[in-house]
């Protein structure tokens, strides 16, 4: 079965540092893996995926995340965090084929100015 | 750019009641999700549609739900009869095909009283 684990609850940083925010995984074959970012009372915005190819791939709003095999590892990064980056961020997974996205519980992002 | 839509916004009902959730997904995708997220926690799947059939399902969507596509652009989930546990705010979702990833909606926010 499938699992995201995102060992952190909230991550605090100043504005202008480099954020990461952590996502460690669990799939039986070959993963595709996801961000997506969830600003309050609104839906889940999808930022980057891994699917193939690269281990650092670039997403919206210059974020990107270093795919890890043998860490299974799949870190949100960014150079530089701004206050509007506050939000939820969620990490999932999903095996080959038509299996749903599996989510992580999600990590609190909160940029201080 | 094209979007995922969900009506409506906000529903209210009472224990006991059926509801209807409505999601216009985007024109070109060919795969369907049904997601719900209970306050504070994370991101559960309930079920997947595919060529007018459910192609997956979880433990949570038992016969209280079912979902349909009744014309080439709704999708639907409908709760039967709703208990106090099923408040959540419940995602729609579309894929175009593999291996891209899901666009979400903005979601309605179910509360049964």
């Known amino acids: 079965a499938q699992s995201v684990a995102q060992p952190e609850d909230q991550v605090n940083v100043a504005e202008g540092n480099p954020l990461t925010v952590k996502c460690t995984y669990s799939v039986s074959g070959n993963p595709y893996l996801f961000w997506y970012v969830q600003y309050p009372n609104r839906g889940l915005q999808f930022l980057l995926k891994?699917?193939?190819?690269?281990?650092l791939v670039k997403g919206s709003y210059g974020f990107e995340a270093e795919f890890n095999k043998s860490q299974t590892s799949f870190h949100l990064k960014k150079p530089s965090a701004l206050v509007s980056d506050s939000a939820l961020y969620f990490c999932?997974?999903?095996?080959?084929?038509?299996?749903?996205?599996?989510f992580g519980k999600g990590t609190r992002l909160s940029v201080i100015a | 750019e094209p979007e995922v839509t969900q009506t409506p916004s906000h529903q209210v009902t009472q224990m006991g009641q059926e509801v209807i959730l409505r999601c216009v997904p985007i024109?070109?995708?060919?795969?369907f999700y049904w997601y719900r997220q209970i306050l504070g926690q994370k991101v559960e799947f309930l079920v997947s549609?595919?060529?007018?059939?459910?192609?997956?399902k979880s433990e949570i969507f038992d016969d209280q739900f079912s979902v349909e596509r009744p014309d080439g652009s709704n999708f639907t989930l409908k709760i039967r009869s709703t208990k106090l546990e099923d408040s959540a705010m419940y995602f729609c979702?579309?894929?175009?095909?593999?291996?891209?990833?899901?666009?979400f909606g903005p979601g309605t926010r179910l509360t049964v009283t």
């Open positions: 979702a579309s894929r175009e095909g593999q291996p891209y990833e899901q666009y």
């Open positions: 024109s070109n995708h060919l795969y």
């Open positions: 549609f595919y060529n007018n059939e459910i192609s997956e």
């Open positions: 891994y699917i193939t190819g690269d281990n």
């Open positions: 999932a997974v999903r095996d080959v084929g038509n299996t749903p996205l599996v």
